[in-house]
């Protein structure tokens, strides 16, 4: 069912200029552009990068000269999450705060003891490094047979199968 033939003019008038299109009924001159193109106009300062200040040398901050190797006591001691560190967003690389913190710890051990009760396997798997695949033996007698420039060196013989 179309609308009468006076609602339709009626919205094109109103809506038209709202959405850029005007009615050809509704048509207006634009104004002319101007004749002479603007002379003021700014132009920016000069800018220069500057290297950044070389490390200043301060004679009054105490250096140790000796360093003290970590031993078993740095190795394990863990000082915690600081209060700073604690109530920073997550985003920021923070822990959200105590409650957020607390809650996603109790999630991860959930999962944990879950993993372990139902024997799932770990997402993670160490990696272990595979021997070589020729023993010493093998491989001096493949570098005799070869040779220095491999001259007459199958891959078979290359790779110790006889």
Sequence with gaps: MRAPRCARLLAYAVLAPGIGATPAFAQQASPPPPTTPPTAFTTL?????????????????????????????????????????????????GYGGYVYYGINQGLLHTWKCIKQVTGMRPYEHPATARPPPLSLEQMDRAARTC?????GCTDNAAAGVE
């Design 45 to 93: 300062d000069r800018v220069q990068a500057l290297r950044p200040d070389e490390e200043v040398l301060d004679l009054y901050t105490f250096k140790n000269p000796v360093t003290v190797e970590p031993n078993t006591f740095d190795k394990v001691y863990n000082p915690g999450i600081s209060p700073e560190l604690m109530g920073k967003d997550p985003r920021d690389g």
């Design 147 to 151: 040779g220095d420039e491999r001259q």
